[in-house]
């Protein structure tokens, strides 16, 4: 398998404009996180899915942000409309079970670099 | 609310040191705990996995601690070599709520 993959892996985009970052996890996996990174707030967790239905959203910063996760080998952040302080590394990650069962490790894709100009 | 510590931002040893990281959590009551270690623009990688019964944990030249009573996770990494320069998350879970992770601790080997 190839890993969790994520799209793009740098983009640049000006204030206002619409973000999409996609994510294929790997296959067979049944739990998908999107997290955010940043040098002051490390590794944030913005959201959750398990067997592609959100779990919890509570991390989501603002109504700007939306995920979804349309089958069990595809899901989108988007960020509309995107605001300099979103300028982050965003992680998807994806694991077999969680909590007690098989320790529930993560594996990560190797992120999407956002610049909001 | 729940906090996590990681004893400090930055650490530099000797190759050939022992290198040890802190990782404290306050208000968690963990089943278990993983460490991962991210290197400069990659995602982190899942390296061990301690449980609450377990006191100690062995891989290779990694060793890993975890005393609740202390709420503290202890990271051993014998003989360093420069290629362990990383930063190393640790991520203390309780039962199937998502990992939430430390800021990390950027270790650099020096040669």
């Known amino acids: 398998d190839a890993g969790v993959i994520q799209s793009p892996r740098h983009e640049v985009t000006e204030m206002g404009q619409e973000v999409t970052l996609r994510c294929k996890p790997i296959?067979?996996?049944?739990?998908l996180f999107w997290y955010r990174q940043t040098m002051m707030r490390g590794l944030e967790l913005l959201i959750y899915?398990?067997?592609?239905?959100?779990?919890?959203d509570s991390g989501m910063p603002e109504d700007r942000f939306s995920a979804k996760m349309p089958n069990a080998s595809f899901s989108t952040l988007k960020i509309q409309p995107s605001e300099p302080r979103d300028s982050a590394v965003y992680f998807c990650?994806?694991?077999?079970?969680?909590?007690?069962?098989?320790?529930?490790?993560?594996?990560f894709g190797e992120g999407s670099r956002l610049t909001v100009l | 609310s729940q906090k996590i510590e990681q004893n400090s931002e930055a650490l530099n040893i000797q190759e050939g040191k022992t290198a040890t990281l802190t990782c404290n959590y306050t208000?968690?009551?963990?089943?278990?705990l993983q460490w991962y270690r991210q290197d400069p623009g990659r995602g982190p990688v899942f390296l061990l996995l301690?449980?609450?019964?377990?006191k100690e944990k062995r891989k290779e030249r990694l060793k890993v601690t975890f005393d609740t009573t202390l709420k503290q996770s202890l990271f051993h990494i014998t003989a360093s070599q420069p290629a362990d320069s990383a930063t190393y998350l640790c991520?203390?879970?309780?039962?199937?709520?998502?990992?939430?992770f430390g800021k990390g601790t950027r270790l650099s080997v020096i040669a």
């Open positions: 990650a994806s694991s077999l079970g969680a909590g007690n069962s098989a320790g529930g490790e993560l594996f």
């Open positions: 296959s067979g996996h049944d739990y």
């Open positions: 899915f398990n067997n592609n239905v959100p779990i919890d």
């Open positions: 208000n968690y009551s963990p089943a278990y």
């Open positions: 301690i449980r609450e019964n377990e």
């Open positions: 991520a203390p879970r309780e039962g199937n709520t998502p990992l939430v």
